[in-house]
């Protein structure tokens, strides 16, 4: 079975920094983009940008270029999306889907984060 | 502003048949990019409903269409369900933006 599997809420204070992570299983992880989606409270689905596994190029959304990184250790099937400096606006639920040719049947569960001084 | 436009809300009775538009441009639908459709619940992480203008991933009921003709695309829900009641958003490229994946701004289903 397919499945992309986030890691846990996390609460920061503005300022801090923070690496969340979306292992996937179940198929090639090489193989696929995975992108990541914002989801601010009360808000619509932003796409922050995209990473291919397997040589980790990535593509950013422009509001997102320089705000995060994201990258990939595909020895453990695993995406990760980091901040340096958290501010209080990047409060969101953030997701992983593997991308499917354009669209994304895989969502992982979401990550919670919370930056609250 | 999202650069693809739905509206923000629609309703039907139980047993009816909503529709809900999905607006772009010459540079994301109408360049002839796949429209593709999520529905999402409270809590949880959207779902693909519809993918490649109007296929239906298994499991999707036949319910549940999709069409695009130019500039827009649309969902359309038949034979309402209490459980539909859920937000829309649909999903293309656009080629103004680096080929860069955008979402329309969610429509959000109120099944009366």
């Known amino acids: 079975e397919v499945q992309l599997v986030q890691s846990g809420a996390e609460v920061k204070k503005p300022g801090e920094s923070l690496k969340i992570s979306c292992k996937g299983s179940g198929y090639s992880f090489t193989s696929y983009w995975i992108a990541w989606v914002r989801q601010m409270p009360g808000k619509g689905l932003e796409w922050m940008g995209t990473i291919y596994p397997d040589d980790s190029e990535t593509r950013y959304s422009p509001p997102f270029q320089g705000q995060v990184t994201m990258s990939a250790d595909k020895s453990i099937s695993t995406a990760y999306l980091q901040w340096s400096g958290l501010k209080a606006s990047d409060t969101a639920m953030y997701y992983c889907?593997?991308?499917?040719?354009?669209?994304?049947?895989?969502w992982g569960q979401g990550t919670q984060v919370t930056v609250s001084s | 502003q999202s650069v693809l436009t739905q509206p923000p809300s629609v309703s039907g009775a139980p047993g009816q048949r909503v529709t809900i538009s999905c607006t772009g441009s010459s540079s994301n639908i109408g360049a002839g990019y796949n429209v593709h459709w999520y529905q999402q619940f409270p809590g949880t992480a959207p779902k693909l409903l519809i993918y490649?203008?109007?296929n239906r991933p298994s499991g999707v009921p036949d319910r549940f269409s999709g069409s695009k003709s130019g500039t827009s695309a649309s969902l359309a829900i038949t034979g309402l369900q209490a459980e539909d009641e859920a937000d829309y958003y649909c999903q293309s490229y656009d080629s103004s933006l680096n080929n860069n994946v955008v979402f329309g701004g969610g429509t959000k289903l109120t099944v009366l």
């Open positions: 490649g203008n109007h």
């Open positions: 889907a593997r991308g499917d040719t354009t669209s994304y049947s895989r």
